[in-house]
């Protein structure tokens, strides 16, 4: 079965600091999709960034980016130059390909500070 | 651009009563899904389909039904509301077959409260 475990439930950054957030899955395939989404109190779900599995090269967005490391089946979200903005509930989640479900980790909330 | 709506945002049911969650897309998407969102959770797959007339179980699909009658509609019903199922569900979509990346598009959600 495929998992997803996000074993930091609280985070909190300064405004304009760096934050990174863990993320680790299990599976035993090899072609698979990695998101990181982001609910903000709002309760939208905004998708942040996504990672293809046969790409070595981590995703990058503007100030967010991923740590990528598929040996340790790892999946890290880091965050510069953080904002007041950047407060929300962050869910990492995995995608096997041709498969039709979307696992979710349980969440990290970040709370960006002044 | 409506993207994915779902009604109602807010409901409160007693235990017992039935109901359905609306979710319409007019994006064409192919796939649709419900997840259920509750604390120290995640968001839990409930049912989802890849197309109309075709449903399918996720992770926690008892005391639900669903069914894809067009393209566009995919609703969630409670047949009898129970206290656990007070949760805020979401509706989402994709063109599945678009690549199939699994990246969603997601309704706003909708807070159901059963007493």
């Known amino acids: 079965a495929q998992t997803v475990t996000q074993s930091q439930p609280e985070m909190s950054v300064q405004e304009a600091e760096t934050v990174t957030l863990s993320c680790t899955y299990d599976t035993s395939e090899s072609n698979y999709y990695l998101f990181w989404y982001k609910q903000p109190p709002s309760r939208q779900m905004i998708l942040v960034i996504r990672q293809e599995a046969y790409k070595q090269q981590n995703a990058t967005e503007n100030r967010f980016s991923v740590n990528f490391q598929k040996a340790a089946k790892s999946f890290s979200l880091k965050i510069s130059d953080s904002q007041l903005g950047d407060t929300a509930m962050y869910f990492c989640a995995f995608f096997v390909y041709n498969t039709d479900k979307l696992i979710f980790g349980t969440g990290t909330r970040l709370q960006v500070f002044p | ?115």
């Open chain 2, 1 to 115: 651009n409506a993207g994915v709506t779902q009604t109602p945002k807010f409901q409160v049911l007693k235990t017992g009563q039935s109901m359905t969650l609306q979710c319409a897309q007019d994006m064409n998407h192919e796939y649709m899904s419900w997840y259920r969102q509750d604390p120290g959770m995640g968001l839990r797959l409930i049912h989802y389909s890849v197309g109309a007339g075709i449903t399918d179980q996720g992770e926690v699909p008892n005391g639900y039904n669903v069914s894809r009658s067009t393209t566009e509609d995919f609703p969630l019903r409670l047949l009898s509301a129970a206290p656990s199922q007070t949760s805020v569900y979401f509706c989402a979509s994709s063109p599945r077959t678009s690549g199939r990346t699994g990246e969603l598009f997601f309704g706003e959600g909708s807070r159901l409260t059963v007493l």
